[in-house]
C-alpha cells in the first residue's frame, strides 16, 4: 500500500480527517494500528526512532516511501493535490490551508472542554474547569468559529451566485470534509446545545448534510471501519458538560 496512516487504535481524533480525505477519494490507505490488531504500539514506531532524521512529533502522521509527514493539516497539505480534494491555483491551496489551520485551532479549543488543566490529568481531576470552560466555549467560541465559517461559505454563494454548499468554490474540497467532520464532533459531544446552535448557522449544517450525504463517505460509514465516537477521543459526550451552558 502506497499510503500508511500511523494514528491511535479505538478512537477518531485527528486520524478522521485524515481517513476521510482518503475515503472521498476512493484510494486505499493502510490503517496501520488497526490493520496491527489495534496495536497502540505501532504508532510509535518512527516517533521514538533515533535514527530517524525527521521524525512527527505526534500522531497523525503518514508514510509515503521513505517519507514521513506529521500534522494534520500539513498531511492534508500534502495529500489534497494527489487526492484530487484541493482548489486549483496557489492562492485557493492557501487559503484552503488557512481554514484548515483555523480548524485545527478550533479542534484543540473543543478538545481543551473536558481537558482544561491539560492532557495528562484525567477528566476526572479537573470536572470543575472542564465545567467552566465548556460554558465559555459554547457561549463564545462555538459561535465565534461557526459564525466565521458561516460566513466564509455564504461569501463563496454570493461570488457564485446561489451555489453551494462548499467552503472553496463550487468543488468540494478536504477542508468541506474536515469541517463536516468538526460539526458531526460537536454534535456528538453537545448534542442539546448544539441543536439550536447548528438551526443559527443554516449554510453549515447543509454543507454537513452534504458531505455525509457523498456516497464514498456514506459506504465508509456504513462499512463497520470506521471507529464511532467515544470518551478517548477529541470529541467526548459528558452529559455534565452538554448542560453547562444552560
Ligand atoms: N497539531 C497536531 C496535534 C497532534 C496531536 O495532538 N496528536 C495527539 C493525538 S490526536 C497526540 O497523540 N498527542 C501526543 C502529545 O501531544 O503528547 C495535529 O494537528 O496533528
Same mark, same amino acid.
Given at each position: !500500500?502506497?499510503y500508511?496512516?500511523?494514528?491511535w487504535?479505538?478512537?477518531?481524533?485527528?486520524? %478522521?480527517f485524515?481517513?476521510?480525505?482518503?475515503?472521498?477519494?476512493?484510494?486505499?490507505?493502510?490503517?496501520?494500528?488497526?490493520?496491527?490488531?489495534?496495536?497502540?504500539?505501532?504508532? !510509535?514506531?518512527?516517533?521514538g526512532d533515533?535514527?530517524i532524521?525527521?521524525?512527527? *512529533?505526534?500522531p497523525?502522521?503518514?508514510?509515503?516511501? #521513505?517519507?514521513?509527514?506529521?500534522?494534520?493539516?500539513n498531511?492534508?497539505?500534502?495529500?489534497?493535490? #494527489?487526492?484530487?480534494?484541493?482548489?486549483?491555483?496557489?492562492?485557493a491551496?492557501?487559503?484552503?490551508? %488557512?481554514?484548515?489551520?483555523?480548524?485545527?485551532?478550533?479542534?484543540?479549543?473543543?478538545?481543551?472542554?473536558?481537558?482544561?488543566?491539560?492532557?495528562?490529568?484525567?477528566? %476526572?481531576?479537573?470536572?470543575r474547569?472542564?465545567?467552566q470552560?465548556?460554558?465559555?466555549?459554547?457561549?463564545?467560541?462555538?459561535?465565534? *468559529?461557526?459564525?466565521?465559517?458561516?460566513?466564509? =461559505? %455564504?461569501?463563496? =454563494?454570493?461570488?457564485s451566485?446561489?451555489?453551494g454548499?462548499?467552503?472553496?468554490?463550487?468543488? @468540494?474540497?478536504?477542508v468541506?470534509?474536515?469541517?463536516?467532520?468538526?460539526?458531526?464532533g460537536?454534535?456528538?459531544?453537545?448534542?442539546?446545545? !448544539?441543536?439550536?446552535?447548528?438551526?443559527?448557522?443554516?449554510?453549515?449544517?447543509? @454543507?454537513?448534510?452534504?458531505?455525509?450525504?457523498?456516497? #464514498?463517505?456514506?459506504?465508509? @460509514?456504513?462499512?463497520?471501519?470506521?471507529?464511532? *465516537?467515544n470518551?478517548?477521543?477529541? *470529541?467526548?459526550?459528558?452529559?455534565?458538560?452538554? #448542560?453547562?451552558?444552560?
Open positions: !500500500m502506497k500508511e496512516l500511523y494514528y487504535p479505538g478512537l477518531q481524533g485527528r486520524g %478522521e485524515v481517513r476521510l480525505a482518503f475515503e472521498e477519494a476512493g484510494v486505499p490507505y493502510l490503517d496501520v494500528a488497526l490493520s496491527a490488531g489495534e496495536d497502540a504500539g505501532e504508532v !510509535m514506531r518512527y516517533i533515533p535514527k532524521e525527521r521524525p512527527p *512529533f505526534a497523525p502522521y503518514l508514510k509515503v516511501g #521513505r517519507q514521513l509527514i506529521g500534522q494534520t493539516a498531511i492534508l497539505l500534502y495529500l489534497a493535490p #494527489r487526492l484530487k480534494l484541493a482548489p486549483r491555483g496557489e492562492a491551496r492557501l487559503w484552503a490551508h %488557512e481554514l484548515q489551520l483555523t480548524i485545527a485551532d478550533f479542534v484543540v479549543e473543543a478538545h481543551d472542554t473536558h481537558h482544561p488543566l491539560g492532557p495528562s490529568l484525567y477528566y %476526572e481531576d479537573q470536572k474547569e472542564a465545567r470552560r465548556t460554558k465559555d466555549f459554547l457561549a463564545e467560541r462555538v459561535p465565534k *468559529f461557526l459564525g466565521y465559517f458561516e460566513r466564509v =461559505i %455564504e461569501r463563496v =454563494i454570493e461570488r451566485r446561489g451555489r454548499p462548499w467552503m472553496i468554490g463550487s468543488r @468540494l474540497t478536504y468541506d470534509l474536515s469541517m463536516a467532520q468538526v460539526i458531526a460537536l454534535e456528538y459531544a453537545f448534542p442539546k446545545s !448544539m441543536r439550536p446552535v447548528m438551526r443559527r448557522h443554516p449554510r453549515l449544517a447543509r @454543507l454537513h448534510r452534504s458531505v455525509f450525504a457523498r456516497p #464514498r463517505i456514506k459506504r465508509y @460509514l456504513k462499512s463497520g471501519r470506521q471507529v464511532a *465516537f470518551e478517548t477521543g477529541i *470529541f467526548r459526550h459528558y452529559a455534565e458538560l452538554d #448542560r453547562a451552558a444552560r
